[in-house]
Each structure stands twice: as structure tokens, then as C-alpha cells.
């Protein structure tokens, strides 16, 4: 399983990458595994301001859909569109081309409550 050490990570299982005052966010590896194949991701709060923990989407797979929590309060800037036609790559490259959205970070000291590599591990059991 792959959980790259310079991400950081939520115990609703989405990965942040931090770059200045702006976070890339997706569903982590673990995450996809867990929900199987994904054939739709929804993000309907581009361009608005939700804080820590609001449901900024959800992700439909074949058998359940789950919703997407924000990990760092903040405005959604950018959704990303290549979900629209190819939600499997969540599935195939979740830290990659599968990202979901980026965030304009509101208050930098939320970064603090996020887990390390090593916190999702035991999260995890891994």
C-alpha cells in the first residue's frame, strides 16, 4: 500500500499536500481500495468557503457512496475536471492524475491537526 511521506492525512482517509497557502486533496490509497471501483467523483462547492470538516463532495463507487470531508478550512479553487470523464483514476493513481480539489488555505494552524505517514499508518493498522 502506498502512503507517501510527504503527504499529510486525515482519519476520513484524504491525503493533503501542502504548497504555500494552497492544499491539493484526494482519497488515499487505502481509501480507493476500501470503496473498489469509483465511476463518479462530485464536487459541487467550487468557489465557496467551507470550514474544517464540512462535506465538500462525494465519490460514488459500484457499491456505496461516501462523502468527502474538507481537512483544512478554506475556498474550493479548483476541481479537478479529468474526474469528470475518468473518475477511475482515483483508482489507478489516487496521489496523482486522481487528486480531487485544491484549496486556498483560511488558517495554516489547522495543519497542525493533520497526521504524518506514520500517524495514518497506525490509523490503518498498517
Known sequence: MNIPSELKYTKDHEWIRIDGDIAT????????GELGDIVYVEV????ETLEKDEVFGTV????TVSDLFLPLSGEIIEFNELLEDEPEKVNSDPYGDGWMIKVRINDASEIDSLMSEAGYKELIGV
Not at 460514488?60 to 457499491?63: C, L, P, Q, S, Y
Open 60 to 63: 460514488e463507487a459500484v457499491k
Open 25 to 32: 486533496v484526494g482519497i488515499t490509497d487505502f481509501a480507493q
Open 44 to 47: 459541487e462547492t467550487l468557489d
